[in-house]
């Protein structure tokens, strides 16, 4: 897909990877919904950003664990152009030993990670699948998913977060099948981008054994592999880990 002059949601967008994900689609020449949820200074910012390099743009306050703030979402997204991208950034990352899970913050997590997501991507696909496709033998939209690798290999004391990754996951798979072919539905799963706050020398230092590349990466490496999954269309259902090797 040529991603000049389309239209992308990017949920999650006033977070670091989010904000970044966003800047790469307006260098790319897309058009930007950009999604927050608390945050509105840091999406406001983001948007004067992506105006400042020439591209239509919007900020968009919305709870995604909500029918009707994602109905807001894509009301929204019409009156900067034709979407035909989505990618789905929002997450909470919580750590929780499980035998101090209970059942709010459990929901909470899920309802951030996975339930969310999926009910983004049903909409999405509702409003692609109704606009006419010029050229059939390609797809009309492209959805990708930031999971993680906590949901192929999960860590202790991760039980829910890593839980919610891997439904993500195996939702990403299942509604590459379902959308199919007028959506190609894929998913990255970056590993370390970012050390925890607090995370001492050592606990560095061990992590870093488990990485064959030998060192974390850059939000511009999970960018390069999101506008990969974009423009191609011949790939659908995937996950493509960024990692350095540490799912090896």
């Given at each position: 897909?040529?991603?000049?002059?389309?239209?992308?949601?990017?949920?999650?967008?006033?977070?670091?990877?989010?904000g970044s994900i966003a800047l790469a689609l307006a260098e790319a020449g897309c058009n930007c919904v950009c999604h927050y949820h608390t945050n509105q200074r840091g999406a406001e910012e983001l948007v004067n950003q992506i105006t400042d390099m020439g591209r239509r743009t919007v900020a968009?306050?919305?709870?995604?664990?909500?029918?009707?703030?994602?109905d807001k979402l894509f009301a929204a997204a019409v009156s900067v152009g034709r979407v035909r991208l989505l990618v789905n950034s929002v997450s909470v990352f919580q750590r929780q030993p499980l035998a101090d899970v209970t059942f709010d913050n459990a929901r909470e997590v899920m309802d951030i990670n996975l339930t969310g997501p999926v009910l983004v991507c049903a909409e999405f696909g509702r409003m692609v699948c109704s606009?006419?496709?010029?050229?059939?033998?390609?797809?009309?939209?492209?959805?990708?998913?930031?999971?993680?690798?906590?949901?192929?290999?999960?860590?202790?004391?991760?039980?829910?977060?890593?839980?919610?990754?891997?439904?993500?996951?195996?939702?990403?798979?299942?509604?590459?099948?379902?959308?199919?072919?007028?959506?190609?539905?894929?998913?990255?799963?970056?590993?370390?981008?970012?050390?925890?706050?607090?995370?001492?020398?050592?606990?560095?230092?061990?992590?870093?054994?488990?990485?064959?590349?030998?060192?974390?990466?850059?939000?511009?490496?999970?960018?390069?592999a999101i506008m990969f999954l974009l423009r191609n269309d011949y790939i659908t259902g995937q996950i493509l880990n960024i990692d350095g090797g540490r799912c090896i």
């Open positions: 897909m040529e991603l000049e002059g389309t239209t992308a949601v990017i949920t999650g967008s006033s977070g670091k990877l989010g968009v306050g919305a709870d995604l664990t909500k029918a009707c703030e994602i606009q006419p496709n010029t050229e059939p033998e390609n797809p009309v939209g492209k959805i990708v998913n930031l999971v993680d690798i906590g949901g192929i290999r999960p860590w202790a004391n991760y039980t829910v977060y890593c839980a919610s990754k891997a439904g993500l996951i195996a939702a990403t798979k299942s509604m590459a099948k379902e959308l199919a072919p007028a959506v190609c539905v894929n998913g990255v799963a970056p590993g370390v981008i970012a050390w925890p706050v607090g995370l001492g020398k050592e606990d560095k230092k061990r992590q870093l054994s488990f990485i064959p590349a030998g060192r974390i990466g850059y939000t511009s490496e999970v960018n390069s």
